[in-house]
């Protein structure tokens, strides 16, 4: 399973977090499916700095949406005739964390995890 997440400024205190959750499954050396699914929402955030509203639109955002992709991704392989796949929560802030200690040359303007 690999997530990322982008957050955009629509116009301020607006704010759109994108979160990207792709999963392939396979058997052997066989691509059984892949499921990718950009899960989107807009939030109204304003009174922080660039440091905490950084985390926040990296942390906080991406946990409201995850639920909902998840139950996408859950129903899509269920329609495509395979067992049901439910993923297991994520640690948004352990992920922030683990990118937060990498150094500056690796990081990108995406939050990849």
Request: hydrophobic letters at 40%; proline letters at 5%.
């Amino acid at each position: 399973m690999d997530i990322s997440n982008e957050a955009l400024v629509l116009e301020a205190p607006y704010y759109e977090v994108v979160l990207t959750v792709t999963v392939t499954v396979t058997f052997e050396d066989t691509t059984v499916y892949l499921v990718e699914v950009k899960q989107a929402g807009i939030f109204h955030i304003e009174g922080l700095d660039e440091e905490i509203l950084g985390r926040v639109t990296a942390t906080s955002c991406p946990n409201i949406l995850f639920p909902f992709a998840r139950e996408l991704i859950s129903d899509l392989v269920t329609r495509g005739g395979f067992p049901q796949l439910l993923l297991a929560p994520v640690n948004f802030e352990a992920l922030y964390q683990e990118q937060a200690q990498q150094p500056e040359s690796e990081e990108e303007q995406t939050t990849k995890h």
